[in-house]
Structures are given as structure tokens and as C-alpha cells.
């Protein structure tokens, strides 16, 4: 059930780092490149563009809209001249605004309303990932650490419905192996554990509360791979055991039926009966099923909405197939579903919340060629206005189309994908093109709607091939599974019969094409250019992978509970023939195959691939006399937040391809 997903300026002070400060850096700080070389690196691109990196990476000036649940107020980011990214609380009915949080070194990584007059925000330090949980008031005060605990990591579990003053969150903090609830006073930080994990062999990987912030249910996991649902009837009754499944099913409460006259009714994803995960309406005391609610014969369910306000009615279910996709239910809904689709024709919309009377949506409105515009839209007046647009400099008609792409792998796979098409390519004029593999490399996948990556692309001339490569998520259990140990083999074909597919079509020069990925896709990336080295002009790896031993011998404590089964899914490192495997697909123990130029990029404080994974690449292909470019920073982890951090990342990136894609400009 579990997929572990694997679903940030001090590197500019190296050079001036004493022998004691440099000891203290994670990694090797001899190995990065100075500022020098990548100022140099970057200079390689010369050509005249419309628009600069900057351009496509800076922060929006407003961004990331809320609406607090009673409507009173609308939240928004702000960027100040520094990059620095503020949250601004406006009252809707006087206008006046003002700065609620603001954002110092450490970034704020996300936020929202935990009540109508307190603002929930989480930050770690220097992409950790050991993420605190704060809470202010909208005018700033009060603010609170609720989370002050070194080195623990906070994820969200429930905002209660019913009790707007609490939230229950799971933190690490007994043990930093296992997760345990808690709930917390987001006014005084008073904290209350919920319930002990204390099988650290068998720990508990979810828990199941209502909006009223009763455990009902857990989901325990058992040798690393097997996992139990329980469920009590009520407080004083013992758990008993409703499901039993393993890492490759899904049984997993999405809420439960408060519409029910039955209070054990729930609204389940799941995949026990169905290759692609469906909705099903649960009797979760009587183990039954009452109801198939929704599925899709070749896309995963995405998940539902209710109206709390309409007596908790479905609203709609949504999926990801080619395009996000929404399928209204209620009457309401069907009817604002009509009126968003008809007034933002060519564009998906989300709503990013609404009020609790529902008399107000906040909207966001984007496609493959716009990076989104923020509406509300008040439904007593029947009136959408315009709050952002986040990207004005970015206009529409420069930008590339994506299109949905499908086609056979070499053993009879069908496999979806996407490509950026640079305006103006054609066979007359073929263009460069760049593969980049998501990461993961289980669970996540690529989907349609604007990237800022693959637009800087287009606009130097190169398109962009992304492939949900066989386990990419969504696609249904079968596709999934078929990843299973094939990282490095068949997960790779995938994307070599992508490029072969794209090669059919004509426009494509088949004597440039890169390849770019990060995390899992920066492993693939480092397996193409020691596999295929003969399809490849150059590669560049971002916080990637390269050698499976080390990597698993990396894993934050958190991840421990998982290693079984990242041994059916990867390789197991016991097994002889697995450690054979393991040995052939890990790019660092076979450097002595990688020929073409290569630019390696990572965050010295990423939790999930250690700064050594990409150290052993770039020391050992400098010992073969290659030049690497290795950009690392500091104060980064897993990818890179910082705005002066992306935007000379990117720099860098297209100054690399400039020189290998195009011979230099």
C-alpha cells in the first residue's frame, strides 16, 4: 500500500571557508565547482532571447490565494525585491491588508487556515525536511511554534472540522523511525499524544480520525511488506481487523460518509477489487462493500469533494488521465461545473478552497501554455474576478504546446507521455530535444498543465520529452508492478522507445538530444549515459541516485520501516543475484562507460539522496580526467526552493546545453 515516494548563496562562500568551516560541510567541499566556473558555465549561452531565466523562475509578485473558512479575510504570498515570499492577510470588507508571516532564511513551504482568525505554516531548516508546524494570527501575533522539537519532522493529519482550534498532526519525536498523532491547540500550543506506536518492528504507517477527531481506525504494517486495517465500532471497543493486503494493493479511508445514516460508512480508494484504484462507498463495521462510486478502466481515481454545508453531498470525483479531469455529482456542483468549464474554455480551473457558506470559490485557472491566474468567484452575484495573474511577463502565445503522447514499448507496454514542442520546429528545421524522466520512481508521474522547465526549453529551441515510464503512478496496479525491479533495465527502455517514437515524427535532430532528470530521474539519467551513451549528446543530474548500496544505507530513519519493501520494488542488496543486478545498474561503480559531458547539481542538505551519491560520481569521473561542472549549495536539500538558487541553476543548465546542444552560441 505504502509507495515510498522518492512523490533547498553559502556555496558561493566556499572559496573563502577556513580548513575548519570546510570540515564541517557536508560532502567533499573540495569537489564543487567555484563561483568562477559556473559564471563561466552560464556565460555559455549568448543568444538574444524574449524572455531571461529569470523570467520563468523568479517568484510571482502575489501568489498561493486562500480564503479563510467564515470569508472574512483572503490570504496571499507576496514577494518582496529580495525574493523573499511574505504572507499578506487583506479583510474583504474594509481592504485593509496586512503582513501576517514573514519569510526569513527559512522558506516557508506551504500554508493555509486553520481557523478563521489563525494561519498555519510549516518550515524546515535548509531543505531538512524536519518540517515545524506554526500558527499566527492574522495581524502576525501569537505566533507559535507548535512543533519545537530539534530534528523531529511534522506531517499534517487532519484539520477537524468540528474543532477549529485543534489540528492533529504525526511527528517522529519519540523515535525518529515511527510516526505518532497528536493533537494540537493551534491558539496555545497545548500538545496532547493521541496514541503510542510502540511497535517499532511493526509500526503503525496510518491512522484514521473523523472530523471529530476520534481515532477510528489504523492501518499497522507487519515484516516491512504486509499491512492490517483495524477499526473499532466506538471508543470503548477493542480494534479489530477489517483488511489484510500488502504494499502492492490499496485500502485507504478518504473520508468517512458523515451523509450516512451509519456512522461506519466510509468513502474508500482502493484497488483490491479493480487494477485502477476506484471509490467505493465502505461499510467499514459489516467489511463490505456498499457501492462503487467511480473508477476509469485505464487511470487511477484521484480522490472526491464534499459540500459540508449540503449535509457533506458528493460534489464530484476527479482523475488524472491525459488532463486532470473532474466528473460533477450534486445538482450544485454540475451547475458550477458548467459555468467555470464554459467561462475558462481551454484552461483547467481547480478550486483551491472556498468559503463555508460556499458563497465564495477561489479558483485557480492555468494550462500547457498559461502559468495561472487566481479568480474568486461569488456566487450571489454570479461575478469571477481577477485577483492574479502570476506570470503577466510569460505571454501566452510565446509559449510551446504540450501534447499528450502514447505509444507500444518494445514488450507490448502501453506508455503515456508528454511533449514540448518548440514553435516553429519542423523537418526543415529540426530542433534539439531534452528527455527528462520524473523522479520517484514509483508513485509519481508527469502530467499536462504549464512547466516552467519545459518553457525555458522551448524558448532556446529545444522540446522536451517527459514518459511515465513503466511504475509511474496512476496508470493502474499492472503498470505499476511492472516496475517492480526493473530500475535500470526496462524502466530505461521505456525511455529509449520514447525517443525512437518522437523520432518518427520528423522534426526532431537526432544528433542533440539530452538528457535531464533529478532524483530518480537523475539515476535514470546517469543509467541512459552509461547504457545508451551512443543516443545521448550530454546529461545533466540533479540531487540524483548512482549507487543503489550507498543510497540504501542513506535512508533517513523514517524510511527504515519501508526497506523490505524497497527491496521487492528495487533490488534486494541480501540476494546474490540482486546485488549482480545492483552492481550493473548503479551508475557510480560503472563511470568507466559514461563518455558524454555531464553537469551534476545538489542540495548538501538533502534527506533523501545524500551529497555523496553525487560526490562519487563527480570525483570518480574527474580521476578519469573528464570535466564535470558540479554545482552544490548549502543551504538546499532534496531540489532547490531559493529563488537565486534556481535561477542560477538554470543559468548554468542552459549555458551547458547551449555548449553541447548547439556547439555554443
Request: charged share 30%; proline share 5%.
Amino acid at each position: 500500500m505504502k509507495h515510498l515516494i522518492t512523490i533547498l548563496f553559502l556555496s558561493l562562500m566556499t572559496t573563502m571557508t577556513s580548513a575548519q568551516e570546510s570540515k564541517d560541510l557536508p560532502g567533499n567541499p573540495e569537489l564543487p565547482s567555484t563561483p568562477a566556473e559556473l559564471q563561466a558555465l552560464a556565460d555559455l549561452e549568448t543568444g538574444d532571447y524574449d524572455y531571461s531565466v529569470e523570467d520563468y523562475f523568479k517568484r510571482p509578485e502575489q501568489s498561493t490565494f486562500r480564503f479563510s473558512p467564515d470569508g472574512k479575510y483572503f490570504s496571499y504570498r507576496q514577494r518582496d525585491e529580495d525574493g523573499k515570499n511574505h504572507i499578506y492577510v487583506k479583510d474583504t470588507e474594509t481592504g485593509k491588508t496586512q503582513l501576517a508571516v514573514k519569510e526569513g532564511e527559512d522558506l516557508i513551504r506551504g500554508y493555509g487556515w486553520g481557523n478563521s482568525t489563525r494561519l498555519l505554516y510549516i518550515k524546515d531548516k535548509g531543505g531538512d525536511e524536519n518540517y515545524h508546524v506554526y500558527a499566527a494570527d492574522v495581524d502576525g501575533g501569537n505566533a507559535i511554534d507548535l512543533t519545537p522539537f530539534d530534528g523531529v519532522k511534522a506531517n499534517f493529519s487532519n484539520t477537524l472540522k468540528d474543532q477549529d482550534d485543534h489540528i492533529i498532526v504525526d511527528l517522529n519525536k519519540n523515535n525518529p523511525q515511527i510516526f505518532e498523532p497528536y493533537r494540537l491547540n493551534i491558539r496555545t500550543g497545548e500538545i496532547e499524544q493521541l496514541f503510542k506506536n510502540e511497535d517499532v518492528e511493526n509500526p503503525i504507517a496510518d491512522f484514521t480520525f473523523d472530523k471529530d477527531g476520534n481515532l477510528r481506525g489504523y492501518t499497522q504494517q507487519f515484516n516491512g511488506t504486509d499491512y492490517r486495517f483495524y477499526y473499532r465500532l466506538s471508543e470503548e471497543a477493542p480494534f479489530e481487523i477489517v483488511k489484510e493486503f500488502n504494499w502492492r494493493d490499496n485500502f485507504a479511508i478518504i473520508d468517512f460518509d458523515y451523509a450516512s445514516k451509519n456512522p461506519h460508512d466510509a468513502y474508500v480508494l482502493t484497488d483490491l477489487e479493480n487494477d485502477t484504484k476506484e471509490i467505493v462507498r465502505y461499510d467499514l463495521a459489516e467489511n463490505k462493500v456498499l457501492e462503487k462510486m467511480f473508477s476509469h478502466e485505464t487511470y487511477d481515481a484521484g480522490g472526491m469533494s464534499t459540500s459540508k454545508k449540503r449535509g457533506y453531498e458528493v460534489d464530484y470525483y476527479y482523475y488524472n488521465g491525459e488532463k486532470r479531469t473532474m466528473i460533477p455529482v450534486s445538482e450544485t456542483f454540475t451547475s458550477l461545473h458548467k459555468k467555470f468549464s464554459e467561462e475558462f474554455k481551454g484552461k483547467e480551473y481547480q478550486i483551491v478552497n472556498r468559503t463555508d457558506e460556499e458563497d465564495r470559490y477561489l479558483l485557480y485557472v492555468g494550462s500547457d501554455r498559461l502559468y495561472g491566474k487566481y479568480y474568486a468567484y461569488d456566487t450571489e452575484k454570479d461575478e469571477f474576478t481577477l485577483l492574479m495573474h502570476l506570470m503577466p511577463q510569460l505571454k501566452e502565445e510565446d509559449m510551446a504546446v504540450m501534447r499528450p503522447i502514447k505509444f507500444t514499448s518494445r514488450d507490448g507496454l502501453t506508455i503515456h507521455g508528454y511533449l514540448t514542442i518548440p514553435q516553429g520546429a519542423s523537418a526543415e528545421n529540426k530542433v534539439p530535444m531534452i528527455v527528462k524522466p520524473h523522479g520517484g520512481p514509483y508513485g509519481p508521474r508527469d502530467s499536462w498543465g504549464f512547466n516552467p522547465e519545459n518553457q525555458l526549453f522551448a524558448s532556446r529551441g529545444y522540446a522536451t520529452l517527459q514518459i511515465n515510464y513503466r511504475g509511474s503512478g496512476g496508470y493502474g496496479k499492472k503498470f505499476s508492478l511492472a516496475g517492480n525491479k526493473q530500475i535500470g533495465r526496462k524502466m530505461l527502455d521505456d525511455l529509449e522507445d520514447g525517443v525512437a517514437y518522437v523520432k518518427t515524427m520528423g522534426f526532431i535532430d537526432e544528433d542533440r538530444i539530452a538528457i535531464y532528470g533529478g532524483s530518480y530521474g537523475g539515476l535514470a539519467t546517469l543509467g541512459s549515459l552509461v547504457n545508451t551513451p551512443e543516443l545521448y549528446t550530454c546529461g545533466v543530474d540533479y540531487v540524483g541516485v548512482s549507487n543503489l548500496f550507498t543510497f540504501f544505507k542513506s535512508f533517513p530513519p523514517y524510511w527504515k520501516p519501508y526497506l523490505e519493501q524497497v527491496y521487492e520494488q528495487w533490488y534486494d542488496e541480501r540476494d546474490p543475484e540482486d546485488q549482480k543486478i545492483m552492481k550493473q545498474v548503479s551508475p557510480a561503480l560503472n563511470v568507466d562507460k559514461i563518455t558524454k559531458p555531464l553537469f551534476v547539481i545538489q542540495g548538501a542538505n538533502d534527506p533523501r539522496v545524500n551529497i555523496d551519491e553525487s560526490d562519487q560520481v563527480v570525483e570518480n569521473l574527474r580521476a578519469r580526467g573528464y570535466d564535470v561542472p558540479y554545482m552544490v549549495k548549502y543551504d538546499e536539500g532534496h531540489g532547490f526552493g531559493k529563488e537565486h538558487n534556481r535561477i542560477e541553476l538554470y543559468e548554468c543548465m542552459m549555458g551547458f546545453f547551449a555548449k553541447h546542444l548547439k556547439g555554443g552560441e
